[in-house]
């Protein structure tokens, strides 16, 4: 048998990793999409290094575009194997890669219109709406912990990350030779304390283990402090400053997060008058298969749902779909909170509520999860003094706010004690992907000092064989 490593190899996006039994079998761990590198991106997503038509199976950990964003491509490429994981990840990739689908349809016409002045050739979408619509036939949800056969010598079982709806190590039993490997792809992993979801659970002991390290450096803050910090920001810039507070999210789990908080606030009377603003049709979209899904859910907010039905939702909060009333923030007067996709302020309609407010020294930009060094989000959190957006330099006057622990992301201690379930000696072997390549180095140090041996860190497109 052998993996190779196709993606989020000595980087954090991309996720594809490709498992080829002995027996011909080929399984594909993830499907993600690289963000964050400009035009260089797209060629590096065009570029799968396997041919489409021979997967026969893809394990999805969970439904992030750097996990799932390439299905709708592979099918367009030929692909009609089945598409295994949870229900929760099924339910949200029938949106967000309909999202994808439609933002890159929309980015391509824009590029295509400035191609055509320059008189050249026109470019296509890598896929479309309707590409992402028909590959949700390939879909099979699985119950979190329930044993599901996909070939008779190739069991999966997903238990939960944490990270974020639906998201679960993939726990691969694969019989060859009359021997059981066992494989467990943990993908990114949560935080135990999560304000929505259950807590990461133990996953079964591994002979090969796929781990990530995107915080393999850093420690995080506690959620009360995040959350005071929050509620400090929000007075300090609506209230003291009369300013607007933008915080640019994912809309899938850090938008419904920091609603969550807000909403608590809310509730116990803590929350200045002040208009909320949910600006992401994307983020609508999940909040609904949140409320689907409470099964996800930790004990908290069940107990929190007997006496508010609605933990997103409250009187000062508005959502948006309508670009239209999109649009007319722009033209709000009154001290706000704009809380908009993407989280790493790459794309959607954060661009343009950071074009129309960050040089305000009044206002806020709050980061509240992680940001690729190579993207807008990065370059602002950093320092930079003036920034391009939509091709225009704006000097950055607004105020530049980061609270970690909102990251969906653990930090080193906590991603080794999630490890710490497993039985170190009878680990044959750790692949170390998903993170910067020093943040990746220097995770390892932390790991082989906690008795983990046998640690590999592979490159893109390099091949291992597993006995």
């Known amino acids: 048998m ?21 027996s011909g079998k080929r399984l594909l761990l993830d499907c993600g999409m690289f963000q964050g590198k400009g035009l260089e991106t797209d060629g590096m997503n065009r570029d799968l290094g396997f041919d489409p038509e021979m997967i026969d199976h893809v394990i999805l950990t969970h439904a992030h575009i750097d996990h799932s964003g390439l299905i709708p491509y592979i099918y367009k490429r030929g ?20 999202d994808s689908g439609f933002i890159h349809e929309h980015d391509t016409y824009t590029f295509n219109k400035r191609r055509a002045k320059k008189g050249l050739p026109l470019v296509t979408p890598i896929y479309t709406k309707e590409d992402a ?10 119950p979190t912990e329930m044993n599901f056969r996909i070939h008779e010598d190739i069991k999966v079982r997903f238990t939960s990350t944490g990270h974020m709806l639906g998201s679960g190590v993939a726990n691969l039993q694969i019989i060859e030779n009359g021997q059981i490997k066992r494989i467990s792809y943990t993908s990114d992993i949560g935080r135990p304390a999560n304000r929505i979801l259950t807590p990461p659970a133990p996953f079964p002991q591994a002979d090969i283990i796929i781990t990530e390290a995107t915080y393999g450096d850093r420690l995080h803050h506690d959620n009360q402090a995040a959350e005071e910090e929050l509620l400090k920001v929000v007075i300090d810039t609506c209230v003291n400053k009369g300013g607007k507070l933008i915080i640019p999210a994912f809309s899938v789990g850090r938008t419904q997060e920091v609603v969550y908080t807000l909403n608590g606030f809310f509730n116990r009377g803590k929350l200045p008058r002040t208009d909320i603003f949910v600006d992401s049709p994307l983020a609508v979209n999940a909040t609904t298969v949140f409320r689907m899904h409470p099964e996800c859910f930790n004990k908290e907010v069940l107990h929190a749902m007997e006496t508010d039905s609605d933990p997103f939702g409250f009187n000062s909060l508005v959502y948006i779909t309508k670009q239209e009333d999109s649009k007319k923030l722009n033209d709000h007067k009154k001290p706000c909170i704009i809380i908009s996709a993407s989280g790493m302020m790459e794309a959607g309609r954060i ?42 330099i704006y000097p950055v006057n607004a105020d530049i706010r980061k609270i970690d622990a909102f990251s969906g992301h653990g930090d080193y201690t906590e991603m080794i004690s999630f490890l710490g379930c497993q039985d170190k000696s009878a680990i044959e072997k750790t692949f170390i992907v998903h993170g910067e390549y020093e943040t990746q180095k220097n995770y390892v140090a932390k790991l082989q000092k906690e008795g983990f041996k046998n640690i590999e860190i592979p490159a893109k497109g390099q091949e291992f064989n597993v006995l």
């Open 79 to 98: 692909f009609r194997g089945s598409i295994v994981c949870s229900n929760a990840t099924r339910d949200l990739c029938s949106i967000m890669l309909a």
């Open 351 to 392: 661009k343009h509520h950071l074009a129309n407010n960050i040089s305000n020294p009044k206002n806020t930009i709050l980061a509240v999860g992680y940001c690729s060094p190579a993207t807008l989000g990065a370059r602002i959190l950093r320092g930079d003094k003036e920034v391009s957006i939509h091709g225009t």
């Open 2 to 22: 052998k993996i190779k490593f196709l993606g989020a190899a000595r980087e954090v996006t991309g996720s594809k990793f490709l498992i080829t039994t002995d």
């Open 133 to 142: 619509a028909a590959c949700m036939s390939l879909f099979i949800g699985v």
